[in-house]
Structures are given as structure tokens and as C-alpha cells.
């Protein structure tokens, strides 16, 4: 993030090094002077809750319009992954992208992208832990990543 900081009361929104395709800045939101008890805190206060990674993981797959979302994560409610997107829209993690056809697609941000080695570390504590507890867990749609572990949170019942 830059130096570049404006406050809004107890709030300071402070532009990131990346931009979207538009040229615009994209922000992110922390309480000014909020005392963090370590840097794991500032993390999941930005993407904590189930959800939020959820769709961060299923994004980091490939581009995908409101309604295919709706489809990978049938567990998810309409209202709830509304709000979340426009979360992480505002966070910056992800853009909501107009398409030449005119359909529009939810993408990951450069900030968004620049969350894959930790998406990818939670699959795979997931999957060993999944083992190791006997759960069943959903692994289809997969297709492998460029660095070598599974992209995230698919869809086939494995276990």
C-alpha cells in the first residue's frame, strides 16, 4: 500500500499499488489507530468468514459471472454472496468486469491474486485435515495449478 491515506472519521482509506483495467485506484479500509495483535489479525479482519475465501477461492479458478458463483457454492444464499462480493469489491480484492458480449464477470484483483499462495495453503491444510477427521469434502471441477497444488474448494465428493 502507498502513502497515500484519507481519513473519514475513525477510518482511513488508503489507496493500493494496484489499479483496475479502468485506471482506477482500488482501496482498502482499516480503522485508524486499530492496534492489531499480530499481522494474522489484519488478515482476517480483511478476509475473514467463510464466505469472503469461499469466493476469493473459486475466483482464483477463473473469472465467473454472479449466477456461476451461485452454482459453485450452492450453500450459499443469494443475499449473503451478494454482500460479500460487494465486499470484496470494495476491499479490492475483486472487480466486477463488463464483458464485450455484455454479460459481466466478478474477477480477482492483482490485491486478490496476490492472495493465492495463502488460498492455496488453506486447500491444502483442508484436504489433510479432511483426511485426518474423515470428512467429505468437495473436490470436482478441479484443474491444476500453474505451481503445482489444486486449485480451490471444488465440487466432487471425495472421501
Not at 486447500?123 to 485426518?132: I, K, M, S, T
Request: with cysteine; hydrophobic share 40%.
Amino acid at each position: 500500500m502507498n502513502k497515500m491515506n484519507a481519513t473519514f472519521g475513525t477510518w482511513v482509506v488508503g489507496t493500493l499499488a494496484a489499479r483496475t483495467e479502468l485506471g482506477e485506484d482500488l482501496l482498502m479500509v482499516v480503522q485508524q489507530g486499530r492496534r492489531y495483535g499480530c499481522p494474522v489479525e489484519l488478515a482476517l479482519d480483511q478476509i475473514g468468514g467463510k464466505w469472503k475465501t469461499v469466493v476469493l477461492s473459486r475466483l482464483k479458478i477463473e473469472p465467473m459471472a454472479y449466477s456461476d458463483l451461485r452454482r459453485a457454492i450452492p450453500g450459499l444464499a443469494d443475499k449473503v454472496l451478494t454482500q460479500r462480493l460487494k465486499d470484496l469489491v470494495a476491499d479490492g480484492f475483486v472487480e466486477h468486469r463488463q464483458n464485450a458480449d455484455g454479460g459481466a464477470v466478478y474477477v480477482l484483483t492483482a490485491e486478490g491474486r496476490s492472495l493465492t499462495p495463502v488460498l492455496e495453503a488453506l486447500y491444502a491444510w483442508g484436504l489433510d485435515a479432511g483426511e485426518r477427521f474423515g470428512a467429505r469434502l468437495s473436490t470436482e471441477n478441479t484443474t491444476p495449478s500453474i505451481d503445482g497444488p489444486p486449485p480451490l474448494f471444488d465440487t466432487r465428493i471425495a472421501g
